[in-house]
């Protein structure tokens, strides 16, 4: 069974923090992206990366960064978390652009 | 960029309706398209897809969808809803370039009432 794993389901962070979201996927993915789910606003790509060390800009990258050192892991990171980054993140895999993604559960990350 | 647009937030039926949730992309000159569904507290997953060839697609569970070229649309309908398809659909497209890209819309949230 395909699987993308998220490394936490729920994290409490303070305004501030250094924040390390990590994805892992066992499909041997050539693309992975991290996307932020908000109400009304659907999944609006963070960034996206298409090889190891290889990344693009998404639609909303301020105040975040990424990286992947080895295929099968994708890290998004908040260098100083805010509140206005409270949100459900989700991290996806997938081949190309023909094929479905598949997502990991969730992280919801509350910044207090 | 592309962008895609789904027309309702939420749609509201009775049990055993019809139900069509409309989704509109920017044009391109190939895109691929899809469909997902996230069910309460669980994460997304794939209900269809269009790649090529037939522009109708259909899902195990009874939904289709129907990419138009010369209308740059994707909806999504189904001829009889059930309690269990209470949901949020999400429609998202792939363009052929050589990063994809895959951007979703903002989401309609379908409630199936008895």
């Known amino acids: 069974d395909v699987k993308v794993t998220q490394s936490s389901r729920y994290l409490v962070k303070r305004t501030g923090e250094k924040v390390f979201l990590e994805c892992v996927q066992d499909?041997?993915?050539?693309?992975m992206f991290w996307y932020r789910q908000d109400p009304g606003l659907g999944l609006r790509l963070i960034y996206f990366s298409y090889d190891v060390k290889m990344k693009e800009k998404g639609d909303i990258p301020e105040g975040y960064s990424v990286s992947r050192e080895k295929k099968e892991r994708f890290s998004l990171i908040l260098e100083s978390a805010s509140t206005n980054q409270t949100s459900m993140y989700l991290c996806?895999?997938?081949?190309?652009?023909?094929?479905?993604?598949?997502f990991g559960q969730g992280t919801r990350l509350t910044v207090v | 960029a592309q962008s895609v647009t789904q027309l309702d937030s939420q749609v509201p039926v009775f049990e055993e309706a019809p139900v069509e949730l409309r989704c509109n992309y920017s044009s391109s000159v190939s895109v691929y398209l899809f469909w997902y569904v996230q069910y309460p507290n669980q994460g997304l997953q794939l209900l269809l897809k269009y790649l090529s060839g037939s522009t109708l697609v259909e899902s195990i569970n009874g939904f289709e969808a129907e990419f138009n070229k010369s209308q740059t649309s994707f909806h999504l309908r189904k001829p009889s809803v059930h309690i269990s398809d209470t949901a949020e659909y999400f429609c998202?497209?792939?363009?052929?370039?050589?990063?994809?890209?895959?951007?979703f819309g903002a989401g309609t949230r379908l409630a199936v009432h008895p």
């Open positions: 499909m041997d993915h050539e693309n």
């Open positions: 998202a497209v792939s363009d052929g370039g050589g990063y994809n890209k895959l951007i």
């Open positions: 996806a895999s997938r081949t190309g652009g023909r094929t479905e993604a598949f």
